[in-house]
């Protein structure tokens, strides 16, 4: 069964936080690569993060390729090759781990190779903003490296995540479209309110744009406050007839100078919450910034229940 077949038949439990995980196992995300920097020499942290996810119940683990992009590796003192080499060591760590998880139990997951936006590579919050702006061959000169890499290295899906516009969404489509139609896609965009994408557009027209596209599998939003998940989900139900996806963060706030999130007092009931996203329509559930294990494990539990 391969992913498309195995969400529509039962959903899929996504993962949670790399950033979260690898600073609980001693990384320093607080530089411009964040995750991308244990890809250097810490491939063994990354596989303990892919793996624990796999223990907690994850069916779909996300590469560590969110922030590893060419020039970003380039301006942190490594060379072109050096940085090919990283990001493809990102996918195949996660093809190693999820391998492994299947020798070791029988059971088979799934690889998703993530996109982020250019706004991640200004490592400024400009993925919660959306304000810049790049004409469709800068989008392009930025994106491609890493993607063909990432393709190479034959991830069971591309999560273009994380999107604040629907502009640099649609380049990427349409690339893919004409030089990768057999690969499957999830779209993921960060918003600004219940209604609009972090850059103002309609989500409701970015749902529908997307929608368009045969070989996108789902489509929804991730890294925002869970209280917005279930209207959110009911607006993308009218505009779209893919599968639906979400994985918010905790409710946090982040500090983009810092890099770090504000500490919860009291963290959401994400059981409960994975309950109602599931019934609403949303069949491939995870968390994001700040969430871990724990919250995986509680969204499986519920996986369990509907399936």
Known sequence: ?????????????LDGAMSTALEHLGINTNNNLWTAEALVNNLDKIYQVHWNYFQAGAQLTITDT?????????????TNSQAKEFI???????????????NATGKHNFVAGTIGSYGAYLADGSEYRGNYNLSKNEILDFHLPRLQIILKQQPDCIAIETQPQLFEVKVLLDWMKSNAPQVPIYVSFTMQ??????????LQEAAALVNTYEQVFAVGVNCLN???????????????????????NLGSSYDPISKTWKTL???????????????AGAHLIGGCCTTGVDEVASIADVFKQFN
């Open 1 to 13: 069964m391969n992913i498309v077949e195995k969400v529509q038949a039962s959903g899929l439990v």
């Open 66 to 78: 969110y922030q590893a992009n060419i020039p970003a590796f380039i301006q942190a003192g490594y």
């Open 226 to 248: 869970p209280d917005w998940v279930l209207p959110i989900i009911n607006q993308l139900k009218t505009a779209t007839t893919k599968e639906i996806v979400v994985y918010p």
């Open 193 to 202: 309110d219940l209604h609009h994408l972090s850059n103002g557009t309609s």
């Open 265 to 279: 007092k009291n963290k959401p009931n994400f059981h409960h919450l994975a309950e109602q996203w599931y019934v």
């Open 88 to 102: 493809a060591n990102a996918v195949n760590v996660a093809k190693k781990a999820r391998n492994d998880f299947e």
